[in-house]
């Protein structure tokens, strides 16, 4: 027979034992599913990165219609506690958007240049990475020729023929589609996680000011919601892309979809035009995108395709042709000059050539490929 106290000591081992895995489950989970932002500090490319101040920010503009059923939390709540930092969230996901009207708090030591755009030489800021450490990008603009000048050409030129046409940037970056877009006044929604990048772009908003025209999503898109981080790629910041969940990785993200962005389009973005650039996930989050093409008109796709050339036998590449077709768009190796109407994608050896590929609807059709023509802008 055990005695009274033989039971009591069995009970109270149990019971530490309980409390104990119960703390140890609640760590584990909080640290696998969000970090704690304000402990959080990133020193990339020679600089020291606040959180806090970049957390401040995350909110959600006020000039944007209320999705139903969603809810604001309030300033100041910490995501490591199972809220969403300043996050619009429902029951399923939380998607955090990036106050762009508070002041710019931690732009110091950020090298900040001009970028031409239009024919009519229309000059906005840019803010960039050290070229030596952002090789890419940041140095064609640090030597005033804008990355990917020949695609901004024939966008530049769509604009200016279709007064209704917003932009929807899926992998923003430093944001040279966006701010094209948004001083040619039109709404632009911009994607982009990284929170160094967001940094700058929200001062090159600031600076060129065009805070009323831009909302910052700051969550990766993928085809559903899942936990992540950030992968570097060696001296080309805009080569970030997502990967599994690292426990040694600082930068830990949640996914969300190209659907979970229509609650947070403007009032005004009837019609837009996709530019994506999402380092090979464009066609995991494309087959998430219906409800999306549903709620607006997107007459243009466009994405980096030559991260496919050698998968074109592929399912994945397979059951995209059929999304293609489904939904009525055409595909084109360019807007520009030498553009060719593509076939299927798993016979037309042509994809294997190309770098970006361009959907278009074909309703769309005519007006986007004569709208497009013309004489060429200066970029």
Known sequence: MYSVDD????????????VFTEVAVSVFWNYMTGFDEKRYKISKQGENFDSDLYMQNLTRPTDLPTPRRLSVIPVGEDISEGHAHQAVRSKTVKVHVYNVSQPVTDGKGIQCVQMRIGISYVYTPICIYPPKEDTIISASLADGNPFQKELLEPFIKLLRKDPTMHLIDIGANLGIWTLTAAKLGRKVIAVEPYPP?????????????LESFVT???????DHHHNATLKMAEKNMGGISLQKLRLRTATRVSTI???????????????AFIKMDIESMELRALSKCDKLLRAIDIPVIMFEFFQYKNLLQRKELRQFGLWMKSMNYIPYNSLGK?????????????YRQISDLYLIKKESLQKILRWTEGEDIRV
């Open 338 to 350: 030498n553009r060719e109407r593509l076939g299927d994608v798993t016979t037309d050896r042509r």
């Open 257 to 271: 979809t190209m659907d979970d962005l229509v609650p947070y389009l403007p009032r005004k973005m009837k019609r």
């Open 7 to 18: 039971v009591a000591k069995v009970v109270l081992t149990v019971s530490i034992m309980v």
């Open 216 to 222: 910052i999503i700051t969550d990766p898109i993928s």
């Open 197 to 209: 990048t967001v940094a700058r772009l929200h001062l090159s908003i600031v600076k060129g000011h």
